[in-house]
């Protein structure tokens, strides 16, 4: 018996079959083959010809001469006998047959004695050494040189250039914008300096910027944190820089030692323009002393929750914001000029034939947005326009004409009604929209969050539930927004608007709008099988998503990464713009707004874009353009036309909006219609 653990178990007797099993016979020995054979000869020749080679440079150019001599010879030796011309004694014809090979192999070829052969020989080869030397140390200069390159080790010397320092998600964004920005200009340079390989960097570039036309792109590779990097890129000399964000907050800390560098670089008396964002509020500050007085530093998760709570309450504004943020079409510009000075902002205005002015430089630096009508430009003052470009803006000696019998009387005052939003998931802004809705939130609206039970999310809701106060009720509803049952509970009907967020994007977890794509697709099946729809408002973190997400033509979308490079971008190239997105982003003040129509304009006329200006400033707003009804399902413009003529005439529906740079005062009436609008689509819309 043997032990198993702990008990005894009996010892097992072989079976019969094994006990008398013959003993298995040995297969014979293999027997070489003389095809086997064959292979073994050779297998033996190929090792010793590879550990031959292995030994050094010698054994190279040993095998190198063996190989050129069995060549050479045999040939020179039949083109000498097969000569008619060549001597008939055979010593000759071996002199002949050396002197071929010399003169082929460099040899010199010469005949005679042994010791002058042998001379010759020599000499040659001193030659071939000296030759073949000079050719590989060229080489090795110009291959080195090319590596360097490659590497993206030279230094730039430009001027007047702009530098993009970091690689993240707003690389593509950024760079397509500056060359669309250079578009007008004779040349311009784009430096990029990044820590990842420049092949591979400028490939990507490539890719999504077929015709860079008179730009031209500059790739480097190196640490944005080290100064000796960014001493190649010859930052002192820029026009500005651009630092990229990390795509992980955590590494918001070298955002601040990049600009610190960046300023050992430069130094502190040059004043360089600096562009940067962070997503961590906690570098906020020490990113703006970092970046000195001339650095605009943007807060990405602030910024996208301001333009998350705008575009819930006035649906299509996103779409106001893409074409004013990119050069594609109309943006801001700084115009000045002498005929302005003595002129009142009214008549400025309407003297622009073809911009949209919303605002006023003044010659001491600071701005004001739709100021009064009657307000007049000192000397030095310039003009905050929307145009095509800085040069199609020219002021004319007349006003544009208006027709007064089609301008709407003064609608009356309307008193913004509470409202109740719906919030469609969590992450590490959402606390930022709820901050945002509850400051400018009517008195007794409501917001319902649903979102999973976590400890995270519990704690901040009853954080913000705190600070919201009795301005805004929120209420939770513990729930995953991603499955079908819990969008199949909401009553749509009851919401103004709709906000879907997804996940905070972590490394080796999947693609945050994978869930918010999934979110809105039950979300779109709910509105067709209650026939309600209601504005959604969808955060997204990859532009391309945008294309295949379920939702109605000319939904709003912030795509935060694209909108905080073209924020860059634009802010770089002129950095009075900052203090001018920093009030249309804000929850109250000079905002942009979608007004009906109806309130500038009788409905069913026709009236020029001149007339509603008009309309527009009488009301203490500036009109800078508006969106078509019946195009509203076109893209890729969806009925959105920023900046039109001011002698561009049209006829104005109940439907049509007007878009306009408005105050607070405008802010009520554009909520309170708006919630109408909403009111008579539900109307209108029915059950499928």
Not at 282 to 300: D, H, M, Q, S
Not at 402 to 426: F, I, K, N, S
Request: glycine share 8%.
């Amino acid at each position: 018996m043997h032990e198993e653990g702990d008990r005894a178990v009996p010892r097992q007797r072989a079976a019969p079959s094994q006990r008398h099993r013959r003993p298995t016979p040995r297969p014979p020995a293999h027997r070489h083959r003389p095809g086997d054979r064959t292979g073994i000869v050779e297998a033996r020749i190929r090792y010793w010809f590879d550990t031959t080679l292995a030994r050094g440079t010698s054994a190279l150019v040993g095998w190198l001469a063996l190989v050129c001599l069995a060549v050479v010879v045999p040939i020179s030796a039949l083109l000498v006998w097969t000569d008619q011309r060549a001597p008939v004694a055979t010593g000759s014809k071996i002199a002949a047959v050396w002197r071929s090979t010399g003169q082929t192999m460099r040899l010199g070829g010469e005949v005679g004695p042994p010791l002058r052969v042998a001379l010759s020989v020599l000499l040659a080869l001193v030659a071939l050494f000296y030759v073949s030397t000079l050719v590989s140390v060229i080489t090795t200069g110009m291959t080195d040189r090319l590596i360097a390159l490659r590497r993206g080790h030279s230094t730039v010397l430009e001027s007047g250039h702009t530098v993009v320092l970091g690689w993240s998600e707003q690389i593509q964004t950024v760079v397509s914008e500056l060359v669309a920005a250079n578009a007008g200009r004779r040349s311009g340079v784009v430096a990029v300096l990044a820590d990842r390989d420049p092949a591979e960097m400028e490939a990507i570039l490539r890719a999504d910027i077929r015709d860079t036309g008179r730009t031209r792109l500059v790739i480097r590779s190196g640490r944005p944190t080290d100064p000796a990097a960014l001493g190649r890129i010859s930052p002192a000399t820029a026009d500005a820089v651009l630092v990229l964000p990390r795509d992980d907050p955590a590494e918001d800390a070298e955002i601040v030692k990049t600009l610190l560098s960046l300023r050992a670089v430069v130094g502190e008396e040059r004043d360089l323009p600096v562009v940067a964002a962070v997503r961590d509020d906690r570098y906020l500050a020490a990113a703006r002393l970092a970046g000195g007085p001339g650095a605009t530093v943007l807060e990405i998760d602030d910024v996208s929750a301001r333009l998350l709570v705008q575009c819930v309450r006035r649906p299509g504004l996103s779409l106001v914001h893409q074409e004013l943020l990119d050069y594609a079409g109309d943006e801001f510009h700084t115009v000045r000029s002498p005929a302005l000075t003595g002129r009142t902002f009214r008549e400025a205005a309407a003297a622009c034939p073809v911009s949209s002015a919303v605002g006023v430089a003044h010659a001491d630096g600071g701005l004001t947005l739709d100021p009064p009508a009657a307000h007049p430009l000192a000397d030095g003052d310039g003009l905050v326009v929307i145009a095509r470009d800085r040069e199609s803006t020219h002021l004319t000696p007349l006003t544009a004409p208006y027709d007064p019998t089609v301008l709407a009387d003064e609608p009356p005052p309307r008193v913004q009604a509470p409202e109740r939003l719906l919030l469609l998931g969590w992450n590490r802004r959402a606390p930022r929209i709820v901050d945002q809705l509850a400051r400018s939130a009517p008195p007794g609206s409501s917001l319902e969050v649903v979102a999973e039970r976590r400890a995270a999310t519990v704690t901040a809701l009853r954080a913000v539930g705190r600070a919201a106060g009795d301005t805004l009720t929120i209420v939770h509803r513990p729930s995953d927004p991603t499955r079908r049952e819990t969008v199949e509970e909401l009553d749509l009907a009851a919401y103004h608007g709709v906000i879907v967020l997804g996940p905070d994007r972590r490394s080796g977890q999947d693609d945050p709008d994978d869930r918010t794509l999934v979110t809105l697709l039950h979300l779109r099946a709910r509105e067709r099988d209650t026939g309600v729809r209601v504005p959604v408002v969808t955060e997204l973190t990859d532009d391309r998503n945008r294309l295949i997400a379920p939702v109605a033509p000319g939904a709003d979308f912030v795509v935060s990464g694209k909108l905080i490079g073209l924020l860059m971008t634009q802010i770089s190239q002129n950095p009075r713009l900052a203090s001018v997105f920093e009030e249309l982003f804000a929850p109250v003040g000079n905002t942009i707004h979608l007004l009906p129509a109806a309130d500038f304009v009788r409905p069913g006329h026709r009236a020029s874009f001149a007339t509603v200006a008009e309309a527009a400033s009488r009301r203490g707003a500036c009109a800078i353009g508006y969106r078509s009804a019946v195009r509203a399902s076109e893209p890729p413009h969806h009925g959105v036309r920023i900046n039109p003529p001011k002698a561009y005439a049209r006829t104005w529906t109940d439907a049509d909006e007007v878009i306009v740079v408005a105050s607070a005062g405008a802010a009520l009436r554009a909520a309170a219609a708006e919630v109408a609008a909403v009111q008579r689509d539900t109307e209108r819309e029915g059950p499928p």
